[in-house]
């Protein structure tokens, strides 16, 4: 089973980094993306840094939870815009973006899942009464 988290987390933090180049260069369809969503040049560049981060906690097994639920986070808010706004299919890309969201989405999520005592722990820890 922990190969099967290291295999999530790898393959989560590969695709996020993947795209990096497409945000942080200004790639037309990067910037069509966020243009329709109406936070072009801050949302591309913004979730770019977030992808970033998620990436390199996500390799690092002491932190691999927080890059889990980081990348949760960026990919939720990456499907839902899918979903709403920007459809499946973007730009005729056949739906290739909204897949590999949902593909690093679930990655993330079974990290998160290896990693939940780490999870619980802390949001306990957040809220219990001292």
Not at 23 to 33: L, N, Q, R
Not at 64 to 81: K, R
Request: proline letters at 2%; hydrophobic letters at 55%; charged letters at 10%.
């Amino acid at each position: 089973m922990k190969i099967l988290q290291l295999v999530a987390r790898i393959i989560a933090a590969a695709i996020m980094l993947q795209t990096l180049y497409y945000k942080f260069t200004a790639h037309p369809e990067s910037v069509y993306i966020f243009s329709t969503l109406g936070i072009e040049p801050f949302g591309r560049i913004g979730s770019g840094i977030a992808e970033l981060i998620a990436s390199i906690l996500l390799l690092i097994p002491k932190t691999a939870w927080m890059g889990a639920v980081m990348g949760l986070g960026v990919m939720a808010g990456a499907i839902i815009s899918h979903l709403t706004i920007l459809g499946i299919d973007v730009k005729n890309d056949g739906g290739q973006l909204f897949y590999m969201a949902l593909f690093t989405f679930a990655c993330c999520l079974i990290v998160a899942f290896y990693e939940r005592l780490k999870i619980i722990n802390l949001a306990s820890g957040l809220f219990s009464k001292r």
